[in-house]
């Protein structure tokens, strides 16, 4: 099959790591397999397989993630199978994306995603009701399409978010730990997200500031982007700074998995934390609030606790219930991990709803 995976830029977020999985998966299949981009560039841009097709609409970057300049030429010359359509911006072209095909290309299929927890734009929520199918990863963002938005379920197939990193080993965990002054006894807290107003790294400042005195803790924030600065500023604030680490925006984060003890996470707006499944992918307990999608993360109550939002006291007896390390429970995070979230299961999924897709438009 040729498949067009649309874009709007490569920076280092899940869904874009998504992308980027999917296409060298694909191309690794022997599909003929292109990634078009508004914007250039990017962080992940140099994790792409030379096996795959790349093409950024915007000569140079214009910081607009939502121009996308010569996409129907760009068809027009390059007529594809299936269409898929990652991320805010690329998911509201779906619906020009299904007219421009339908009567040119009638056997090519235009599918959009549903993965995220943030309200939809109406442009979003209109193309959802006009592409040919839809995928949700989680069952929860799939119950929000249906409930909220009101698509029928029968276009609707959830196939969840694949495992990135890969388990590398801890070679490097024990000097992670020495780089940033935690001894043996040191419970370290782990957070690995983009610093967005959404994903919250303030407030687990503010529960780790309020842990008990008696508890050895770090929090490690990895990451960058808007929120960065606001949130060392508000570590110092709140007394905690010698504590709270910044390590910046790591591309593999594997080694701060196998460093770590227990992974945090306060986001308020999920479909499926790309986090939380490879912290458990690498035996760490987690405890976060109970965003959409998030409690398909792990298994609840066992190898993780989801909070109500703002209660951060049950937040703080979650990470002192989690503090002492049980091996037979990181055994049976692992495996519900890399079970539900293996890779070439998932990808898979994909190939298999799109030949279907493709041969009952043919």
Known sequence: MKILIVQDTLRSGGTERQSVLLANAFAAAGHQ?????????????????????????????????????????????????IILCMGRMANCYGQWLARKVQDRWPATVVIGTMRTGKKLPWLF???????????????????????????????IDVIHNSLVF???????????????????????????????PEKNQRELIEIAAGLPA?????????????????????????????????PGLIRDPAPYYHAANIAVHASRSESLSNFLIEAQAHGLPAVAYGAQGIKECFIPNDTGM??????????????????????ARSARAQEFARTTFDPSRQVQAYLDLFSQLHHSKS
């Open 33 to 81: 397999t292109t990634l078009l981009t508004f914007r250039p560039g990017g962080s992940l841009a140099p994790t792409l397989s030379p096996t795959v097709t790349t093409h950024s609409l915007q000569s140079f970057d214009l910081h607009c993630d939502w121009f996308a300049p010569g996409l129907s030429r760009y068809i027009e010359r390059h007529p594809t199978d």
């Open 125 to 155: 929520r209109y193309s959802l009701r006009h592409v040919h199918h839809i995928i949700a990863n989680s069952r929860a963002a799939c119950d929000t399409l249906v409930t909220d938005y009101g698509i029928n379920a029968s276009k």
């Open 166 to 196: 890969a388990d590398e080993g801890d070679s490097k965990a024990t000097r992670l730990r020495d780089v940033h002054g935690a001894t043996s006894k040191t419970t370290v807290l782990l957070d690995v997200a983009m610093f967005r």
């Open 214 to 246: 008696d508890l050895d803790w770090q929090l490690w924030l990895v990451g960058d982007g808007p929120e960065l600065e606001p949130c060392r500023k508000f570590a110092r604030q709140s007394g905690v700074a010698d504590r709270v680490k910044f």
């Open 306 to 327: 989801a909070l109500p939002f703002g209660d951060e006291s049950g937040f703080r007896n979650a990470i002192g219930h989690f503090a002492t390390h049980d091996t």
